[in-house]
């Protein structure tokens, strides 16, 4: 059983300050559908992206990179090779790494796949409720990448894929939970307009890989990383209701984000077990 | 000779209504150029969008998806086998599929594979005036995504395409054609500014697979399809008179739009024999 | 050694007002990530953009199209033999081309590739100090995208790659260095949100085939391509502040600015020995 542990909004805060003073090398891997909001929201947040695909470059590029994000959402053939030797790469200089498994369940080739790269111990897996139940092996998941189950009912999933003690998960959804074999934690921000916006849970991935460069743990990187976008998510939809501004509105939200932002709205819950 | 049949507002507003309703899941199998914006448009809708490459899974998906979008914007080899494959398993399974034939005509791979998959009997063909006339061999169309005839020149060549019975044609320029076997229609709704953003065009095919899937009959999809963007692009024109705060514009149109907009706006025409 | 010679601001307005009125075809092999926003960029400021990518197609394509962009941000094998038919293509029918060396340095596979096709001699190649370095072989480059030298450092190697007088350099930065086998010049229009946005460098690329595409020189070319995106830089930054609403003001503003404007803002430097 995981204990309770609370994260504080200036440990969130500190994250933030460190992405934007380290201006972490991202290395993602990631869908094409997503690849041009993914690298503006590295950009917003303040660390560098870059999108290496040639399977000699991709090994080549991830031990000189920060962090790699591995994202399954269009995967292919050459895809899948360029993953496995940045995958070996990364690991061998001890770079972290975010598995984002994408509509893994009802797709056979990414769910075998998925579980094939499990061996290399994400650091942090970011999913939606079937996508981690998928992954976990204990359902087959929605019908593509929205989230068909609450996420409160992958939690188990969650603790059985942390047990390992190598990887944290983080279960996104109304409310994103973080579970490592140590700790679990609750995030509550965010707002419904993020769903209208595509890659917004893929950018979320790529935000975790840039806090994990700078962080002292993973769970506290996963814990910044949904406040971070989730408060974002909630300016954007102050100064929006429309999905095409609020779009822009989100970019210009997670550039704008300040230590006094974080302290008034940062909704992190260490007391997560009446909710499991 | 096709009879001329009249679409109401309201039939077109409830199609929009039902897509938010019913959010049918539209896999795209689409250029790389447009994929983000082809997802937004989808989601400001009030679809779901899905791209799902990989020969293997997009077979599995085709038959799990509501609605296919084949569009040859970057057409490759391995997009050919996706496309045979997944046209192989929509059609098996009775799903409604959208043809956007980009920039066939001078082209020669595009050109002949589009015939090919002719076979497969598109429940809608959507193309500018030189992509419909290339497509029924009637011209070698345009140097390449734009149109370079009036859309008017190419109604006989959508009339052959149509004969069958089994395909609409929806046929896009300052006034967009709809062609069936049985009717035909023309669209004046729209706006220039929708030339000076990259992927409405392409949107506009991925926004007809959505209504086919919540439509009794193609051709009023096509008309939905056209309205529906049509007077986004011109809700977005008032707002903004400059390419990328009217692309942002359009997104959040089409959320907008609701049926008081589409009776006091929808510019649907039964009669388009004076202007054939 | 390259003589001083200056530019006017009306011979670079006169060349944006070319690229409305010709509206030249581009045909761009980029990079996944900036592939719409480029579209958007060529759009905006009153082009053609086309991605054609199959191998066969792009040799067709380059001899339709104005000019050729080739930028290596996410080179594969398919791309590489793609590039290599459509710049045989582009140069047999003296098309002009633009080569964005990105990333080449520290990545081996586009260093050696880049290397490879100066052989049909680039138009323009336009690339930061990093790039430039490392293309020349002076060394081994940045860690990814951004510049790691300053562009004064490079001006040497763009003399080297510039002296056989078939290429002329753009070396972009703070400010912007043009070098051709007689001429010289710098830019110092622009904005540091610039680099807060994905794709603007690559974007630079495209507009510089675009204007290659209308210019009676490749040297005027280059400048009007920093003065037009530069400026475009300055007056997005007026509106915002943000990198979400930046990039959607910069689209903007490349279609916006006209004559005035670049009479007003236009910061050409024929004598840039000082900061050499």
Redesign the interface.
């Known amino acids: 059983m995981a204990a309770v542990q609370s994260v504080s909004a200036s440990q969130i805060a500190k994250i933030i300050l460190s992405v934007r003073d380290k201006q972490p ?1 991202i290395h993602c891997l990631t ?7 993914t ?2 929201a590295l ?2 947040a303040g660390a ?7 399977q ?2 991709a090994e ?2 991830a031990a ?2 920060d962090a790699l994000l591995i994202n399954l ?6 895809q899948m090779r360029s993953m496995r030797r940045a995958l070996f790469s990364a690991t061998s200089a001890n770079r972290p790494w975010v598995l984002d498994p994408v ?1 893994v369940g ?5 769910t075998e796949f998925a579980r094939e790269i499990l061996d290399f111990h994400p650091t942090l897996i970011r999913g939606n409720a079937s996508e981690i139940l998928a992954l976990a092996g204990e359902a087959e998941g929605g ?4 989230s068909s189950d609450e996420s409160e009912a992958a939690l188990r999933a969650a603790e059985q894929l942390a047990a390992t003690g190598k990887t944290t998960v983080l279960v996104t959804g109304k409310i994103d939970y973080i579970v490592s074999s140590t700790q679990k934690g609750a995030v509550a921000n965010g707002h419904v307009l993020m ?5 917004v849970g893929c950018a979320m991935g790529a935000l975790a890989a840039a806090c994990l460069a700078v962080s002292p743990s993973p769970f506290l990187a996963a814990a910044a990383t949904a406040v971070w976008l989730g408060v974002a998510g909630e300016l954007a939809a102050e100064a ?1 209701k ?4 609020f ?6 939200a997670l ?2 984000i300040d230590e006094e932002i974080i302290s008034t709205r940062a909704n992190f819950h260490a007391a997560m077990e009446p909710l499991n």
Chains 1, 2, 3 share one sequence.
Do not use: W
């Open positions: 090398l869908n094409n559908v997503v690849k041009g909001f690298a503006n950009l917003a560098a992206p870059a999108m290496v695909e040639h000699d470059e080549e590029f000189i990179a959402g269009t995967l292919d053939e050459p509509a009802p797709l056979t080739t990414r019908r593509g990448v929205d769903t209208r916006v595509t890659g929006s429309r999905p095409g501004s779009q822009v509105a989100l970019l210009d550039d704008s």
